[in-house]
């Protein structure tokens, strides 16, 4: 009686040894760091980590350590502050051609990291993680609004079959129509106010010819800002979910700017890519009919704009915007099955498969250039490299833009709701650029005007408090059941310590983020293991009071009181899942934990704790049980 066969210790000891092993990497602290991981082409290698060591060499910054992985380079600081100045001058120095973001490292031994044994990611309000504040750019949501109103006014006029000169939007802002006579202005005013009733249109004279002047109303406008504003925070959101981050923080702050924290996060430079990148496309038709080289010469003329092709060339591009990256519904990267080089698969809404297909039709023959833009936001630094702050106190920043054709294909044939992008240097930027553009376009550029790693929300002193107050609290526990229940307080207190073990063991390998509600579904755990140990004693001491011989009693004592413990658990389960299918943000964390901690909780109170009953006890003659 009161014997496991072998199989079952064996297989305890080896999830003890396992859990013990993914649980430990926990216990190690973590660096500040850098991470440098190049945007497009380029490749980290060993001379470019020489190179960035030379720049912290050069302005006397002191490094523990610096290495190269998968995802680039990583040197390794002494402190926060030493990490941003460091961030700043490495990626002056570097340029564009790389993201250099602020990391932090765990300080994982090497074996562990080689068994594949990482620390579980904690939630802002325990370790802190990255926080992006990102300025969208309103100019571009107005100038692209009357954009969309030119085309719409062309539209209008040429189904009303109104006459006119020319169409156009000015710098100055707002749209502007030109006509021969008045009669075709006020015929024109009254299609205008029924179909575009918006619009504010007021009665001009430009060169001697009649004309109307239009300006988006404020309500209009108004509308037009929230709805950019609220796809951007969609966009970023969908960017997050690819990147995998548990519970983000994504909310609007102010009329113009979006808060993005991201708890728990290793991979900083990948999430400020993919976060900072626009990924806004802009097709135009090539201006064929001026010279090239004389605009590059600075006569660029009315009209047109130059660009520069990825390899330098000059090219010359309409100012009309056909579409942009707002129509896109999907994009797929692949192949191309004739030259074998990376494409990128774009599907168009319904506007702009109609857009593509009545342009193309209208211009077989001609060039149809893809524009790839991006907003560089670069820290201002003074003559000694440091951070110049501006009036509030925080880091001034400068942003660029950034421009460049992918490609500028001639159009063979009418194109509609479908297309693919050439001109991809690589797998890795076809795949990225698909990612962005298939998780949303922007409405409007964002620029990240402060990036920052964070502290715990309640501050490290409450958090040190928490750990502390946990702490007394189990020796607490673990006192009480040795004082109450003896010998077997003490096999109940080495369950509920591999309980936590296994519990923490878990949570690392799915590398889940551990917030404060998680925090609490742990403790739930231990009390609930605690109570199945509980449970069980008190069987025991009944068995024992009924007259039942010592052995006897341990093994009705196990068996009568599993069938409690097991509806307790499930039924506590069955909530947990509830809370987690309904729940959101730190309801799902308190689920995710509780559910594990439940799993484990029965394999180390009911089957673990009976091993070491086992182990202590069985197949021996007691005279009384030490309960």
């Given amino acids: 009686m009161n014997k496991y066969p072998l199989w079952k210790y064996l297989l305890i000891?080896?999830?003890?040894?396992?859990?013990?092993?993914?649980?430990?990497?926990?216990?190690?602290?973590?660096?500040?760091?850098?991470?440098?991981?190049?945007?497009?082409?380029?490749?980290?290698?060993?001379?470019?980590?020489?190179?960035?060591?030379?720049?912290?060499?050069?302005?006397?910054?002191a490094y523990a350590g610096a290495a190269l992985d998968d995802k680039g380079a990583k040197v390794r600081l002494a402190d926060t502050e030493t990490q941003i100045r460091a961030r700043d001058l490495v990626q002056k120095d570097l340029g564009d051609t790389y993201t250099v973001a602020l990391n932090l490292l765990p300080a994982t031994p090497a074996w562990l990291e080689w068994l594949g044994a990482k620390p579980m990611y904690l939630g802002l309000d325990l370790r802190g993680g990255v926080h992006f504040l990102m300025q969208v750019d309103m100019r571009a949501v107005l100038k692209k609004a009357e954009e969309s109103y030119a085309d719409d006014l062309r539209r209008v006029l040429r189904e009303q079959k109104v006459r006119y000169l020319t169409v156009s939007r000015l710098e100055a802002g707002g749209v502007e129509i030109r006509f021969r006579d008045e009669a075709e202005r006020d015929k024109a005013r009254g299609a205008i106010k029924k179909e575009l009733p918006e619009l504010a249109l007021m009665d001009e004279v430009r060169g001697g010819e009649p004309a109307l002047a239009g300006r988006i109303g404020d309500a209009a406008l108004k509308e037009k800002r929230g709805f950019a504003?609220?796809?951007?925070?969609?966009?970023?959101?969908?960017?997050?979910?690819?990147?995998?981050?548990?519970?983000?923080?994504?909310?609007?702050?102010?009329?113009?700017?979006?808060?993005?924290?991201?708890?728990?996060?290793?991979?900083?430079?990948?999430?400020?890519?993919?976060?900072?990148?626009?990924?806004?496309?802009?097709?135009?038709?090539?201006?064929?009919?001026?010279?090239?080289?004389?605009?590059?010469?600075?006569?660029?003329?009315?009209?047109?704009?130059?660009?520069?092709?990825?390899?330098?060339?000059?090219?010359?591009?309409?100012?009309r915007l056909i579409y942009s990256g707002d129509n896109i519904v999907d994009s797929a990267p692949g192949f191309d099955s004739q030259s074998g080089g990376p494409i990128v698969s774009i599907t168009l809404d319904a506007r702009g498969a109609a857009i593509n297909q009545r342009v193309t039709g209208e211009n077989v023959g001609k060039r149809m250039a893809v524009v790839y833009i991006e907003i560089k936001s670069e820290p201002r630094l003074d003559a000694q490299g440091r951070p110049v702050l501006d009036e509030n106190g925080r880091e001034a920043r400068t942003?660029?833009?950034?421009?460049?054709?992918?490609?500028?294909?001639?159009?063979?044939?009418?194109?509609?709701?479908?297309?693919?992008?050439?001109?991809?240097?690589?797998?890795?930027?076809?795949?990225?650029?698909?990612?962005?553009?298939?998780?949303?376009?922007?409405?409007?550029?964002?620029?990240?005007?402060?990036?920052?790693?964070?502290?715990?929300?309640?501050?490290?002193?409450?958090?040190?408090?928490?750990?502390?107050?946990?702490?007394?609290?189990?020796?607490?526990?673990?006192?009480?059941?040795?004082?109450?229940?003896?010998?077997?307080?003490?096999?109940?207190?080495v369950a509920l310590l591999l309980n936590l073990v296994l519990l923490v063991a878990v949570l690392s390998l799915f590398q889940a983020t551990l917030t404060l509600p998680g925090i609490a579904g742990v403790l739930l755990t231990l009390g609930m293991a605690v109570d199945a140990n509980v449970l069980i004693n008190e069987r025991i001491r009944e068995e024992i009071r009924n007259g039942n011989t010592p052995q006897a009693s341990i093994h009705a004592g196990y068996e009568k009181a599993f069938a409690t413990i097991a509806d307790?658990?499930?039924?506590?389960?069955?909530?947990?899942?509830?809370?987690?299918?309904?729940?959101?943000?730190?309801?799902?964390?308190?689920?995710?934990?509780?559910?594990?901690?439940?799993?484990?909780t029965m394999f180390t109170a009911v089957m673990g704790a009976r091993a070491v009953t086992n182990l202590a006890f069985g197949g021996r003659k007691l005279e009384k049980v030490p309960v």
């Fill in 13 to 61: 000891l080896a999830a003890t040894l396992v859990g013990a092993v993914y649980a430990l990497p926990n216990l190690y602290g973590e660096y500040p760091a850098i991470q440098i991981s190049p945007t497009r082409t380029t490749k980290v290698d060993a001379a470019l980590l020489a190179r960035a060591e030379g720049v912290l060499k050069q302005a006397g910054l």
């Fill in 229 to 319: 504003l609220e796809q951007n925070m969609t966009s970023l959101r969908n960017r997050v979910n690819e990147l995998g981050v548990a519970e983000p923080i994504i909310q609007q702050q102010g009329e113009d700017r979006i808060v993005v924290q991201l708890p728990g996060v290793q991979d900083t430079a990948k999430a400020k890519e993919l976060l900072g990148r626009t990924a806004t496309l802009e097709i135009m038709l090539v201006d064929e009919e001026h010279d090239v080289v004389g605009a590059a010469a600075g006569n660029v003329p009315l009209g047109s704009k130059l660009y520069k092709m990825r390899d330098g060339r000059p090219i010359l591009l309409k100012n």
């Fill in 399 to 493: 942003s660029r833009r950034v421009e460049e054709v992918i490609t500028a294909p001639v159009i063979r044939s009418q194109l509609g709701k479908r297309f693919q992008i050439e001109g991809m240097d690589s797998v890795q930027e076809a795949n990225e650029l698909s990612l962005l553009l298939r998780a949303g376009a922007l409405a409007a550029p964002v620029e990240i005007i402060e990036e920052r790693t964070v502290g715990p929300s309640l501050g490290q002193e409450n958090i040190e408090q928490g750990v502390k107050a946990t702490i007394i609290g189990f020796i607490a526990v673990v006192v009480f059941m040795i004082f109450y229940y003896k010998l077997f307080g003490l096999i109940a207190n």
């Fill in 568 to 600: 307790a658990n499930i039924t506590t389960l069955i909530a947990a899942v509830m809370l987690f299918n309904f729940g959101t943000g730190p309801i799902k964390g308190f689920a995710i934990t509780l559910s594990i901690g439940i799993l484990t």
